[in-house]
């Protein structure tokens, strides 16, 4: 006989999506089994860029400083080049991630967190480290495959790659974040939209010292423009920094309806030479890979008592790096309303949520990354190079751009516009932190969402509107400054609100116990553990002294009252009940 053990829940794959549902989970105390099929974790450098939604929840898990520990700075990441090699002519900069000092106050102004830069190889193992630590079941070189659903749970088998043996886990739920080649996902048959494998792109990872040629340009991110560098892949060649400033991935496109190319050493060691542009530089190659680029989504990411999160529901290119960053967003939306559910605190209907707020995240994000490698054609095509044949009519045409004559000139401000539009790669702030869910786990107020001032995919702005991410603002007293966000801890429901608002923790004390759900009140103002610092909070907040704003775990709004009513009970009761999917 098979043997069978029990849990709460079971994640499958142990990369961004996977380890941090199982620390989510642990940390709500959820009895969780995580799997994973291979003996360790993420091998290869991957996912990097960490925006500041993702580092907001590892601020929340209490895991920022460790990640910052082994991150590169927010400083180093920004000053992004195009060139022809690294160590050839440049074609301009734009100042990336925020750290062009109009942008950088947008994003110091939006969160208490910056963005830096983590390869998936460092970060993997703090997320398995601390979900570990809180209590998840990790295990590796244990393969899902297959699974049954009924009423009450699911029982998915799986096989122990050490011995060899199948054995089933019991669930109540299972998370499927396997990653592109989801099997989760293809077992539910989820409905796709998009194609995978549209154009093909290698890495080669590699050591080298660099720090002379870049050391001055600090970036993560520096583009080449070569022969070549428009066939396939994610928009130009790349080089991108891993560890500053010796270790390096390039990722070069190639033609994905040809023959897969075989890259040995020799050849790997060509392609990071022309790259660099230093023909005899010392160089180890540490490993090389293909992958193909995707435009996928999944347009409703879960089947019963099965979810899928990260690259399973959503497959792109690395282009505005979002890959790691939503599949733990995705997580981080889904675990806490698992907890609800299995703690009896909310109605199963909770969980129909997690599709109607991360599916259109889902496809905003395919679309946006895939949009962005394509806008590199924009920069082709004002430097003339778009149809050139060979090697010396590319670096003519590039030449041109040098010319003192009327036709240099229109270059120069063609090439200057392409660049502009980068920014909606580099500098997409209003992506990375303006989403707003629609679902029944947000109880709106009738009142439309504000018009966007500037452009939204560029700018995030903030908003109270149910729905959207709470605004951050630094409140605090003489001896402590803290985040909005932090008052707003991920095992509860918090309601925020001023001291004319007061009644508002009575009523909340009363339908948190009558309904079973933590719910703390905290009371923003002067002689209160926390006032408004810098004022701030008051020009944020939406509603008056006396209103409320009830913030879900995950820091999104789930609902808001602009005034004290005759019975804040009432209201609010109603308006828990209705998010929480209860009868
Ligand atoms: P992810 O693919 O990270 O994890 C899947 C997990 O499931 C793994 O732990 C795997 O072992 C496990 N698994 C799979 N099948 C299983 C089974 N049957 N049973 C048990 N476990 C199973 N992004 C970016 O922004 N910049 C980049 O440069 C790159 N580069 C890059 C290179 C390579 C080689 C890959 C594969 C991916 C990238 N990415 C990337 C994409 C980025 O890594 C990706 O968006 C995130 O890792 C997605 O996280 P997930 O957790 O969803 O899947």
Not at 133 to 143: H, I, L, M
Not at 564 to 579: G, H, K
């Given at each position: 006989?098979?043997?069978?053990?029990?849990?709460?829940?079971?994640?499958?794959?142990?990369?961004?999506?996977?380890?941090?549902?199982?620390?989510?989970?642990?940390?709500?105390?959820?009895?969780?089994?995580?799997?994973?099929?291979?003996?360790?974790?993420?091998?290869?450098?991957?996912?990097?860029i960490?925006?500041?939604?993702?580092?907001?929840?590892?601020?929340?898990?209490?895991?920022?400083?460790?990640?910052?520990?082994?991150?590169?700075?927010?400083?180093?990441?920004g000053d992004t080049v195009f060139c022809t090699a690294i160590a050839g002519d440049e074609i301009g900069r734009i100042r990336t991630w925020?750290?062009?000092?109009?942008?950088?106050?947008?994003?110091?102004?939006?969160?208490?967190?910056?963005?830096?830069?983590?390869?998936?190889?460092?970060?993997?193992?703090?997320?398995?480290?601390?979900?570990?630590?809180?209590?998840?079941?990790?295990?590796?070189?244990?393969?899902?495959?297959?699974?049954?659903?009924?009423?009450?749970?699911?029982?998915?088998?799986?096989?122990?790659?050490?011995?060899?043996?199948?054995?089933?886990?019991?669930?109540?739920?299972?998370?499927?974040?396997?990653?592109?080649?989801?099997?989760?996902?293809?077992?539910?048959?989820?409905?796709?939209?998009?194609e995978?494998d549209i154009a093909g792109s290698m890495n080669i990872?590699?050591?080298?010292?660099?720090?002379?040629?870049v050391?001055?340009r600090?970036s993560v991110l520096y583009w080449v423009i070569q022969p070549g560098s428009n066939i396939g892949g994610i928009g130009a060649g790349l080089v991108r920094?891993?560890?500053?400033?010796?270790?390096?991935l390039i990722v070069w496109g190639y033609d994905i309806t040809r023959?897969?190319p075989?890259?040995?050493?020799?050849?790997?060691?060509r392609i990071v030479r022309n790259l660099v542009g230093?023909?005899?530089?010392?160089?180890?190659?540490?490993?090389?890979?293909l992958w193909g680029n995707n435009e996928?989504?999944?347009?409703?990411?879960?089947?019963?008592?099965?979810?899928?999160?990260?690259?399973?529901?959503?497959?792109h290119p690395p282009s505005n790096g979002l890959?790691?960053?939503?599949?733990?967003?995705?997580?981080?939306?889904?675990?806490?309303?698992?907890?609800?559910?299995?703690?009896?605190?909310?109605?199963?209907?909770?969980?129909?949520?997690?599709?109607?707020?991360?599916?259109?995240?889902?496809?905003?994000?395919v679309k946006r990354a895939n949009k962005s490698a394509r806008e590199f054609s924009a920069l082709f095509d004002a430097l003339g190079i778009a149809g050139t044949e060979t090697e010396a009519e590319m670096i003519a045409r590039m030449e041109e751009r040098k010319a003192n004559t009327p036709e240099g000139a229109a270059k120069r401000a063609a090439v200057r516009q392409a660049m502009d539009l980068k920014n909606y790669e580099f500098n997409a702030?209003?992506?990375?932190?303006?989403?707003?869910?629609?679902?029944?786990?947000?109880?709106?107020?009738?009142?439309?969402?504000?018009?966007?001032?500037?452009?939204?995919e560029l700018?995030?702005?903030?908003?109270?509107?149910?729905?959207?991410?709470?605004?951050?603002?630094?409140?605090?007293?003489?001896?402590?400054?803290?985040?909005?966000?932090?008052?707003?801890?991920?095992?509860?429901?918090?309601?925020?609100?001023?001291?004319?608002?007061?009644?508002?923790?009575?009523?909340?004390?009363?339908?948190?116990?009558?309904?079973?759900?933590?719910?703390?009140?905290?009371?923003?103002?002067?002689?209160?553990?926390?006032?408004?610092?810098?004022?701030?909070?008051?020009?944020?907040?939406?509603?008056?002294?006396?209103?409320?704003?009830?913030?879900?775990?995950?820091?999104?709004?789930?609902?808001?009252?602009?005034?004290?009513?005759?019975?804040?009970?009432?209201?609010?009761?109603?308006?828990?009940?209705?998010?929480?999917?209860?009868?």
């Amino acid at each position: 006989a098979t043997e069978t053990v029990e849990t709460e829940v079971l994640v499958v794959g142990s990369g961004p999506a996977g380890a941090s549902a199982a620390l989510f989970l642990a940390a709500l105390g959820v009895e969780t089994i995580m799997v994973t099929k291979y003996r360790w974790t993420a091998d290869t450098p991957r996912a990097h860029i960490t925006n500041q939604r993702t580092m907001e929840i590892f601020r929340d898990l209490g895991i920022e400083d460790q990640v910052l520990r082994e991150a590169t700075p927010h400083e180093l990441m920004g000053d992004t080049v195009f060139c022809t090699a690294i160590a050839g002519d440049e074609i301009g900069r734009i100042r990336t991630w925020g750290t062009h000092p109009a942008r950088h106050a947008d994003y110091e102004l939006a969160s208490p967190s910056l963005n830096c830069d983590i390869p998936q190889t460092y970060l993997e193992p703090i997320l398995v480290r601390n979900a570990t630590v809180r209590g998840a079941q990790t295990r590796f070189s244990t393969e899902y495959l297959s699974h049954v659903q009924d009423a009450d749970g699911v029982t998915a088998t799986v096989l122990d790659r050490l011995t060899g043996r199948e054995y089933r886990i019991r669930a109540k739920y299972l998370i499927g974040a396997d990653g592109a080649r989801s099997r989760v996902a293809a077992g539910l048959a989820l409905p796709l939209e998009g194609e995978m494998d549209i154009a093909g792109s290698m890495n080669i990872t590699f050591k080298a010292d660099l720090g002379e040629l870049v050391g001055h340009r600090p970036s993560v991110l520096y583009w080449v423009i070569q022969p070549g560098s428009n066939i396939g892949g994610i928009g130009a060649g790349l080089v991108r920094m891993v560890r500053p400033w010796h270790e390096w991935l390039i990722v070069w496109g190639y033609d994905i309806t040809r023959e897969p190319p075989v890259v040995g050493t020799e050849a790997a060691t060509r392609i990071v030479r022309n790259l660099v542009g230093v023909p005899d530089l010392d160089v180890t190659i540490t490993g090389t890979s293909l992958w193909g680029n995707n435009e996928q989504y999944a347009t409703h990411l879960h089947s019963g008592r099965v979810f899928c999160a990260g690259d399973a529901v959503h497959k792109h290119p690395p282009s505005n790096g979002l890959g790691s960053n939503t599949s733990i967003q995705d997580s981080y939306n889904l675990a806490w309303k698992l907890a609800a559910v299995l703690r009896g605190q909310a109605g199963a209907g909770l969980l129909e949520t997690y599709s109607a707020e991360r599916a259109p995240v889902a496809e905003q994000i395919v679309k946006r990354a895939n949009k962005s490698a394509r806008e590199f054609s924009a920069l082709f095509d004002a430097l003339g190079i778009a149809g050139t044949e060979t090697e010396a009519e590319m670096i003519a045409r590039m030449e041109e751009r040098k010319a003192n004559t009327p036709e240099g000139a229109a270059k120069r401000a063609a090439v200057r516009q392409a660049m502009d539009l980068k920014n909606y790669e580099f500098n997409a702030h209003g992506v990375e932190l303006g989403q707003h869910y629609t679902s029944t786990a947000v109880a709106g107020d009738g009142v439309p969402r504000p018009e966007p001032e500037r452009d939204p995919e560029l700018y995030y702005q903030p908003s109270t509107t149910p729905g959207a991410r709470l605004p951050h603002a630094w409140v605090g007293n003489s001896n402590r400054k803290v985040s909005t966000h932090d008052l707003a801890p991920y095992g509860q429901f918090t309601l925020l609100t001023g001291i004319t608002g007061e009644r508002w923790a009575e009523a909340a004390a009363k339908v948190g116990a009558t309904l079973g759900v933590p719910l703390e009140t905290v009371v923003i103002g002067p002689g209160r553990e926390n006032t408004d610092l810098y004022f701030d909070w008051a020009g944020l907040r939406e509603v008056e002294e006396d209103g409320a704003l009830l913030v879900r775990p995950d820091k999104h709004i789930g609902w808001r009252a602009h005034r004290l009513p005759e019975d804040p009970e009432t209201v609010l009761s109603r308006a828990l009940s209705a998010i929480l999917s209860r009868k």
